[in-house]
């Protein structure tokens, strides 16, 4: 078996069925509905599902709240009031950076509040909770970026990578280092384009910045620490230096 036929084969083995994402999007709609009254403007399915690099080792469910620019309430008594609405419902919920996590029949979700921040467009504000304080996103910038790089098979392999060997390397924050690192390389070619970004990661992951397509001001690379990509360098180096696919992914 070739390395591109073994990780075809681990593809396979991950895939998550396309269907998954909607059918939590159709069970909290009444929900946020609830929740939101006539402030909701949309319950967008986000995140991997939308960008087609969903994995099955490690795949939350991401809904995008959009409440409509003219929403009295702070981004912090927007966030909190989720919360507490979630909480009562008995359903079990869990603080996050952006989001609120939700563990809903087994699934993991991320529910992620956000205003508008005109009545037209898909500019958003949302609370960040660890330091309190708010950012702007448009995760269809996002969505676009990372669709229109036509790499999903090395982002997923990607993942299901980082997955395995339990590395705080945030999804988004590793399509664009992913992207950068094969600017010009062949498509289709997942396990040499693979190699070549493992080998990208060990080398530059500790000193390239990377900046939110949609904010100037958001630096994603930030996310980690100086240590955090130490441990990415070191892991990526390692695998990069496998003799076989299967003491990469598995």
């Excluded at 403007?41 to 690099?53: A, E, Q």
């Excluded at 993942?159 to 280092?177: A, C, G, M, T």
Aim: hydrophobic fraction near 35%; charged fraction near 20%; aromatic fraction near 10%.
């Amino acid at each position: 078996m070739t390395g591109l036929e073994y990780l075809n084969s681990i593809l396979v083995k991950y895939a998550v069925s396309p269907n998954l994402a909607e059918s939590y999007r159709v069970a909290f709609l009444p929900l946020i509905q609830e929740w939101a009254g006539n402030l909701l403007v949309d319950l967008k399915i986000s995140g991997s599902s939308r960008k087609s690099t969903a994995v099955s080792n490690g795949t939350d469910v991401d809904l995008f709240i959009s409440l409509t620019s003219t929403t009295q309430n702070t981004l912090n008594e927007i966030y909190e009031s989720l919360f507490a609405f979630l909480s009562k419902k008995s359903i079990t919920v869990r603080r996050q950076n952006v989001s609120i996590g939700v563990t809903y029949n087994g699934q993991l979700i991320d529910l992620v509040p956000a205003r508008r921040q005109g009545q037209f467009g898909n500019d958003h504000s949302l609370y960040v909770s660890k330091m309190n304080t708010w950012t702007k996103t448009n995760i269809e910038d996002h969505i676009s970026t990372v669709s229109g790089s036509g790499r999903q098979d090395e982002f997923k392999i990607l993942k299901i990578w980082r997955n395995q060997k339990s590395l705080d390397f945030p999804s988004f924050y590793l399509e664009l280092v992913a992207i950068d690192a094969l600017y010009g390389c062949t498509k289709g070619e997942t396990d040499t384009n693979v190699m070549k970004v493992l080998k990208f990661i060990a080398q530059n992951i500790e000193s390239r910045k990377y900046v939110d397509p949609a904010n100037s001001n958001n630096t994603i690379s930030d996310q980690l620490t100086s240590a955090a990509k130490k441990v990415l360098a070191s892991a990526a180096d390692l695998s990069s230096k496998e003799q076989y696919w299967s003491g990469i992914v598995s």
